[in-house]
Nanobody, 125 residues
Framework: QVQLVESGGGFVQAGGSLRLSCAASGRTFSSAAMGWFRQAPGKEREFVAGIRWSFGSTYYADSVKGRFTISGDNAKNTVYLQMNSLKPEDTAVYYC??????????????????WGQGTQVTVSS
């Protein structure tokens, strides 16, 4: 059984920063990509950022581009999300996820095989 565990969420004022971490445990597996999604109350889960290991390519939602940075360690199936200049609209539960085999995209939740339980990020105005 593969488990992804997020940490680093919390409460921060607008303009502040947080760093989320996600580590895999359990059965050893290799991933083609990992990503971060978020879900605010009453809204659908949305893509935030992703990293494709084979090319070292990173991808971001327009809403976070220039403020968030994804990084990680492929060998450890660990991924981070540095979030700067946080806004109240960034408030959500943040989930990390992993794709075992590349299937053409990392923007959609159904492309991912493993998910963490989520960590709450709250940004006050």
């Amino acid at each position: 059984q593969v488990q992804l565990v997020e940490s680093g969420g919390g409460f921060v004022q607008a303009g502040g920063s947080l760093r989320l971490s996600c580590a895999a445990s359990g059965r050893t597996f290799s991933s083609a990509a990992m990503g971060w999604f978020r879900q605010a109350p009453g809204k659908e889960r949305e893509f935030v950022a992703g990293i494709r290991w084979s090319f070292g390519s990173t991808y971001y939602a327009d809403s976070v581009k220039g403020r968030f940075t994804i990084s990680g360690d492929n060998a450890k199936n660990t991924v981070y999300l540095q979030m700067n200049s946080l806004k109240p609209e960034d408030t959500a539960v943040y989930y990390c996820a992993a794709i075992r085999r590349w299937s053409g995209s990392l923007y959609y939740p159904d492309k991912y095989d493993y998910w963490g339980q989520g960590t709450q990020v709250t940004v006050s105005s």
